[in-house]
C-alpha cells in the first residue's frame, strides 16, 4: 500500500513550457484535491476532484488545468508556466465526508 | 472568505519546556486538523477535532478545540528535538452543496527545539 504518490520528484521549466504532475493513490479514496505550498504560506488549494469525472475550482487555480483520469489519477497540467508557478505542489486524497487528507511526498517544481 | 491564523509563526524552545501553538478561524467550523511537516518532507496529519471541548492527545503533544471562540490549541509539553519541524493547522470548510469540503490552512508554526 504505497498510499498516494506523486510524479516527478523535481522539474526546472523554462517560461512557456508545458507539463502534467501526476498523482496516484491506492487507497479507493473518492476525493483528491492539489495543492500549492510557497514559503510563508500555508498550503492553498488549486483543484479538487470529489469523485472521478468531476474537478471543482479552489483559491488558485488560474493557470492550471486538472484531469480525473479514473479513480486512482488525478494530474495537473500547467498549459504554459511562469515563474510565479515556481512551488512545491502536494497531492491529497480523502476517503469520504469529514475524513482525513491524506499528502503525497510533493512535486518541487521551477520555472526560470 | 475563512482565514486560519497560526502564532506563532516561529517559535524557538529549549528542550524540557512547554509551549502552546494557537490557531484562529474566522467562519464557523466543527472540524480542524493538525498536520506536521517535516524539511522537505510532506504533511502527516497529527489530530482530528471534530466537536467543541475535543481533546486529543499523542505522547508530547495536546490538541483541543473550541469552537465558540473559534479557537484551537496544539500545547507542546516538555519539548525533545525531534519535536521540531513546521506544524500547520487547517480548517474545514464547506462549500459546493455541503457534500464537498475544501481545508483552509494556517501558514504554519516552525518550531526549533534547541538542545
Known amino acids: 500500500n504505497a498510499g498516494v504518490t506523486q510524479t516527478p520528484k523535481f522539474q526546472v521549466l523554462k517560461t512557456g513550457q508545458s507539463m502534467t504532475l501526476q498523482c496516484a493513490q491506492d487507497m479507493n479514496h473518492n476525493s483528491m484535491y492539489w495543492y500549492r505550498q510557497d514559503p510563508g504560506m500555508g498550503l492553498r488549494l488549486i483543484y479538487y476532484?470529489?469523485?472521478?469525472?468531476?474537478?471543482d475550482k479552489g483559491e488558485v487555480p488560474n493557470g492550471y488545468n486538472v484531469s480525473r483520469l479514473n479513480k486512482r489519477e488525478f494530474s495537473l497540467r500547467l498549459e504554459s508556466a511562469a515563474p510565479s508557478q515556481t512551488s512545491v505542489y502536494f497531492c491529497a486524497s480523502r476517503a469520504g465526508e469529514w475524513e482525513t487528507q491524506y499528502f503525497g511526498p510533493g512535486t518541487r517544481l521551477l520555472v526560470l | 472568505e475563512l482565514k486560519v491564523e497560526q502564532n506563532p509563526l516561529f517559535l524557538s524552545m529549549q528542550e524540557g519546556k512547554n509551549y502552546t501553538i494557537y490557531c484562529n478561524y474566522s467562519?464557523?467550523?466543527?472540524?480542524l486538523y493538525w498536520y506536521r511537516q517535516d524539511p522537505g518532507k510532506s504533511l502527516e496529519s497529527l489530530f482530528v477535532l471534530l466537536s467543541n471541548g475535543a481533546v486529543k492527545q499523542e505522547g508530547r503533544l495536546m490538541a483541543s478545540l473550541d469552537t465558540k471562540a473559534r479557537l484551537s490549541t496544539l500545547h507542546i509539553t516538555a519539548a525533545v528535538h525531534d519535536l521540531s519541524a513546521t506544524y500547520f493547522c487547517a480548517v474545514v470548510f464547506q462549500w459546493s452543496g455541503g457534500s464537498n469540503y475544501k481545508l483552509t490552512f494556517g501558514k504554519g508554526t516552525l518550531l526549533t527545539v534547541n538542545p
Open positions: 476532484s470529489a469523485s472521478e469525472g468531476t474537478t
Open positions: 467562519t464557523t467550523s466543527d472540524r
